[in-house]
C-alpha cells in the first residue's frame, strides 16, 4: 500500500518491540482461483490473522500458497512454467487460470489480479492487473504487497546454485523497494539481448553497447539493493543474538561476489564504469562461455551459523531451516519497523519440522508481528500454539473449509 524509497531503511532501529507503532495489516481479504492446478473454482474469504491450511497429502495446500505466491514479481513458489498450473481434468489442461484477491491494509483495498489469458490472437500471455487495471508488470504486485516464502525445496537452499539464494534475498528486497523487481527484469532482459548478440557474431557494437550500458545501470542498482538489505538483515540478527530466551539461531548474513567488491572499493558510479568496462572487454570470453561471465547474477547470499560458528552449508537440514526461519522473521520484524505493516508469509510445511519449543516460538513472533502467516501442515495438531489467533481451513479436493472451534 505505502511506497517507501529504499532510504527508509536507514531509518531503522533495531530497539523497536516487534509490532510496535501503527499497523497497516496488510493482508488476503479474498482469494479467488479459477482453474489453478487441483482448484476449478474457489473462494476463500480470511482475516487478518493467521491462515492455517491442514489436510491430507494431496489435498491442495501447496497449490493454494502458489496461487498467492503468483501475487509477487516472479514465476510463484515452485517457478512452474506458466502452462502447468492450469488446472488438468480428465488429461486435458484447461485453456487458461486466474488467481484474484483482495488486498486490504488500514481500510483501503485493492484487487491483484494475474493468470494466463488467450489475447485476441488465441496466443496464451501473462495478465497482471491492479484494480482490473493491466498493470505496467509484475513490481505493481510489490507496490502493493510484500510476499516472502519458506518451502521443503527450500530445505537445500544453502547447498544448491546461488540462483535460489538471491531470489530469496531479491523477494525481501521488494518488500523496501518495488522496484527492484523492475530493474531485474530489465538486467536480464538486457543480458539475454547480449548473449543473443554475442552468439549471433553481430559484429554491431553499438548494440552491445546499449545493452552492456542498461546492464551496468541497472546491475549497480540492484547490487547496491541487495547490500543493503543483506547489511540490514545482519544488523537486526545481531541485535537480538544477546536475548535471554532465543528460539532460532543467529544468522549472518553477508552478500559478496566481484560487484559487491568494487563497491565496497569506491561509489557506485565508478562501480557502474567498472562493470560496463569488465563486460565490454569479456565479450570474446563470454561468447564462448554461452554465458556473461561478470555482473550481479554471479553474486551470492553467504549465510553463517553464529551459534555454531560453522557455514550455513554445513548445519544439519533443522538447522538450516531454522537459519531461513530466523532470516524471515527479522526481515519481516524490519517491515513492521520502517513500513508498519508485515508481509505475507507463505510458510509451507514449517512446523512440521520444528520441535513443540519452537513451533511455539513460531507462533508467537508470527501473532507479535501482526503478520497474515499461510502455514500448512497434515496434522492440526502443529498449530496448537496459536491458540484462537489462526483461522483454520480443511482443504480438500478443490475445496477449503473453515473449521469452527480453536481445539483440534
Ligand atoms: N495442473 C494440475 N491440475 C490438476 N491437479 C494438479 C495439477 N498440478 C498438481 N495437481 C495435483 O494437485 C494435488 C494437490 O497438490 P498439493 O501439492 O497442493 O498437495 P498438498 O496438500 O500440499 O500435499 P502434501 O501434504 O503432500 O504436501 C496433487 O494431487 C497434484 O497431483
Ligand atoms: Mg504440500
Redesign the pocket.
Known amino acids: 500500500m505505502v511506497t517507501v524509497a529504499l532510504d527508509a531503511v536507514h531509518n531503522l532501529g533495531g530497539s523497536a518491540a516487534p509490532g510496535a507503532g501503527a499497523r497497516a495489516q496488510v493482508h488476503i481479504a479474498r482469494l479467488n482461483l479459477t482453474n489453478f492446478?487441483?482448484y476449478a473454482a474457489l473462494r476463500l474469504d480470511t482475516g487478518p490473522a493467521p491462515v492455517v491450511l491442514t489436510?491430507?497429502?494431496?489435498?491442495?495446500?501447496?497449490?493454494?500458497l502458489e496461487a498467492l505466491s503468483f501475487l509477487a514479481p516472479g514465476r510463484g513458489l515452485r517457478r512452474a512454467a506458466l502452462p502447468?498450473?492450469?488446472?488438468?481434468?480428465s488429461g486435458t489442461?484447461a485453456a487458461g487460470w486466474a488467481v484474484a484477491a483482495r488486498v486490504e491494509a488500514s481500510g483501503r483495498s485493492v484487487a491483484l489480479g494475474t493468470g494466463l489469458e488467450a489475447n485476441a490472437a488465441g496466443a496464451a500471455r501473462r495478465a497482471v492487473r491492479v484494480d482490473g487495471q493491466p498493470a505496467r508488470g509484475q513490481s505493481a504486485f510489490a507496490e502493493q504487497v510484500s510476499m516472502v516464502w519458506l518451502t521443503p525445496e527450500m530445505d537445500r537452499l544453502f547447498m544448491g546454485g546461488g540462483g535460489g539464494r538471491r531470489r530469496f534475498l531479491d523477494r525481501m528486497v521488494y518488500g523496501f523497494d518495488p522496484e527492484h523487481a523492475r530493474r531485474i527484469a530489465v538486467y536480464e532482459q538486457a543480458m539475454r539481448g547480449r548473449q543473443k548478440l554475442l552468439r549471433d557474431g553481430a559484429g554491431d557494437s553499438a548494440w552491445l553497447t546499449a545493452e552492456e550500458e542498461t546492464m551496468a545501470g541497472t546491475g549497480i542498482a540492484i547490487s547496491v539493493a541487495r547490500l543493503e538489505i543483506a547489511t540490514r538483515l545482519d544488523a537486526a540478527i545481531a541485535a537480538e543474538a544477546g536475548a535471554r530466551v532465543r528460539h532460532f539461531p543467529a544468522a549472518a548474513l553477508a552478500f559478496e561476489g566481484e560487484v559487491e567488491s568494487w563497491l565496497a572499493d569506491g561509489p557506485a558510479l565508478e562501480a557502474e564504469d567498472r562493470l560496463r568496462e569488465t563486460l565490454a572487454a569479456a565479450r570474446a570470453r563470454d561468447a564462448d562461455a554461452g554465458r556473461a561471465l561478470h555482473g550481479p547474477h554471479r553474486s551470492d547470499l553467504v549465510v553463517h551459523n553464529q551459534d555454531k560458528d560453522m557455514a550455513a552449508s554445513l548445519c544439519s537440514t533443522g538447522e538450516q531451516k531454522a537459519l531461513l526461519i530466523a532470516i524471515v522473521l527479522a526481515h519481516a520484524h524490519l517491515l513492521v519497523l520502517s513500513r508498519a505493516a508485515a508481509p505475507i508469509l507463505l510458510l509451507d510445511?514449517v512446523a512440521a519440522h520444528l520441535d513443540a519449543d519452537r513451533r511455539a516460538a513460531l507462533a508467537e513472533r508470527i501473532i507479535a508481528l501482526g503478520a497474515q502467516a499461510w502455514l500448512?501442515g497434515?496434522d492440526r495438531q502443529l498449530f496448537e500454539a496459536f491458540g484462537a489467533h489462526a483461522q483454520i481451513f480443511e482443504?480438500n479436493a478443490g475445496t477449503a473449509v473453515p473449521i469452527k472451534g480453536d481445539s483440534p
Not at 489436510?55 to 493454494?64: F, M, P, Q
Not at 502447468?84 to 481434468?89: I, N, Y
Open positions: 492446478r487441483s489436510g491430507a497429502n494431496g489435498a491442495g495446500k501447496t497449490n493454494l502447468d498450473v492450469a488446472r488438468l481434468h489442461a510445511e500448512t497434515t482443504v
